[in-house]
């Protein structure tokens, strides 16, 4: 018997390249298949009998360090082949919505019933959104590859090697969905004016951490709404303000000093403090479409809200250690209402 190896980095879904075998309608990840393991700190090496596999199509998963590019599939045959060799064709969404992923564990696949009747809605909405208002809107790699194609799972469930992957990446994949979803909910409630519009007339939105311009202006307005806005004196507009001098913004020279208040000294040379709650809230509306306007007009928060898309028990403590401390910062008054 002559082995073959396969060898596939940890990387989650960003440069992680996963080998599945289909059988009986199943993706069946290739570490099932192998005869020896071998394991050092990124890699897992399988070692398979290829006359085992014979006759069997594989499934191959491939992901850059910018996320997500898709399925192909090729004769296992081919796997003793150089990639460019293989027969290789890509894997259609409808085929893929005929495949289950076998190394789902039971809680996995019974948040298969959530994902199909929460995040599939808000996912449909965001792709309306754009067809509807002729926009672009500029997300993570993840939420990017699910608005391009309308898979039936989560990407982060490929991750074949570890539960607690999955976890990870699923965690950080549905917040992003509901952020966006509650954020277009309101542009297309109120209506907008894009950062950014395309020479064929496109516009622009993007959903960008700690950038340095908002995401819209609200139609008819003088607020705008901004994503992830980061509220650190230091690292606020990527540190541009900080190294102004703040006597020429008294505006804002209040707002750092009310923070400090607050949350404690500010560090100059800590990029954090242990002390410190979370200051990226999920969304702000306040009147400054960029960061010069901020420091012309100061923080001017008239609405903030933290979107939690999990189960109370799993944020309870989000409330002593970051909304009320964000609430205090903005001095906004405190409403709370669930948007599902």
Known sequence: MKLFEIPEERAGLRG?????VIENGKLIHISKYAKEVERSKEFDHYYVDLEELRGKTVVRFLSSRSGPLGFWKYPAEDLALEWNERCEEKVSTEELKTFELAHLTYHERLFLREWEDFYKPMLKFIVKFERKHNTRIHVAPLLNFHLRNDIPFPISFIIPYGKRARQKSLEGLTKHVHQVWVALKLLDYFGFEPAYIFTDGAKSLSFEQGSLWSVAKLK??????????????HTMCSGMLWRRRISESPRLREFYERFERVVGPIPVLARRSPKRAPTRPDIIIMKAKNCDEIFRLGIQVEVLIECKDRDYTYWEGDIKNQIIPLQKDFRTKAHGRSLR
């Open 220 to 233: 008819g307005t003088p607020y705008s709404l901004w994503y992830e806005f980061d509220v650190n004196p």
């Open 16 to 20: 992680g390249v996963y080998h599945f």
